[in-house]
């Protein structure tokens, strides 16, 4: 559902309407459908308007992405040329792990495989491809994604150990929090400081003692700060940024979701 091998039919409903096409798209296209080309091209350098018009302008620059593919340049995006152009995201959904691989670790694998695309919004706050595959297909100002973000790399490590997800998931930091809470999993700021935090758990950036507003993985810990990869963020540590990418932050105002007890 959140991997494939060899074949995509397998995939979430809401992953194949971004990697697979129903019909090729040329000139006069409207639509979602545009908007997706118009979003890749836009992601993979081929900067266009993002207004879900298919024109000269686009089909103009899917030449060039074709040119450049070693492809037939005729402006028409069929299924091949798509495949090309959606490669980052296709790349992140390749089942890579094996069951003998810990929990963790298979997180930090797929947090990295993502980290290495360099996922960002496009076309507007919380939009574009990466957003909606995070997000069950939805995006718009209203989806901020980090917690979908880390329920999607969850997903994607149980998935392919074959294991039930320590937590649900969700798109709410709060919500991950109880249910952290609720399995026993959930380590506060003040215990954090007196046991080790393994690589591959969550932390929630808390707000109030009942408020947290982001959340992402911990890569590595040190005394005094821990690594990250994390989504809806920036360089500057924002909890509404634009990109998937790692930071440092320190323990003040943090807790942590363990994997397992």
Not at 7 to 13: H, R
């Amino acid at each position: 559902m959140y991997t494939f091998e060899g074949q995509t039919l397998g995939l979430a409903p809401w992953i194949q309407d971004e990697i697979d096409l129903d019909s090729d798209i040329s000139v006069g296209a409207r639509g979602l459908l545009a908007r997706r080309v118009q979003e890749w091209l836009t992601l993979r350098g081929y900067s266009v308007a993002i207004d879900g018009n298919y024109g000269p302008i686009t089909a103009e620059l899917v030449g060039r992405f074709q040119e450049d593919m070693f492809l037939p340049a005729n402006g028409r995006v069929n299924q091949k040329t798509f495949d090309h152009l959606v490669e980052p995201l296709r790349e992140t959904l390749r089942q890579r792990l094996t069951i003998s691989t810990s929990l963790n670790s298979a997180v930090l694998d797929y947090a990295r495989a993502h980290l290495a695309q360099h996922p960002r919004e496009i076309g507007g706050q919380n939009r574009g491809p990466w957003v909606r595959t995070y997000m069950k297909g939805n995006d718009g100002t209203s989806w901020a994604w980090c917690a979908g973000f880390v329920t999607f790399v969850l997903q994607q490590a149980t998935e392919s150990l074959q294991v039930d997800m320590p937590i649900k998931g969700s798109f709410s930091c709060d919500s991950l929090a109880a249910q952290a809470k609720a399995a026993g999993l959930f380590v506060s700021e003040a215990e954090a400081r007196h046991r080790e935090i393994p690589p591959g758990s969550l932390f929630l950036v808390r707000r109030t003692s009942t408020d947290w507003t982001h959340v992402g993985i911990v890569e590595e810990t040190h005394e005094l700060f821990f690594d990250t990869i994390e989504g809806n963020t920036n360089d500057e540590g924002s909890r509404e940024g634009y990109e998937v990418c790692s930071q440092s932050r320190g323990y003040t105002n943090k807790d942590f979701i363990l994997l397992s007890r």
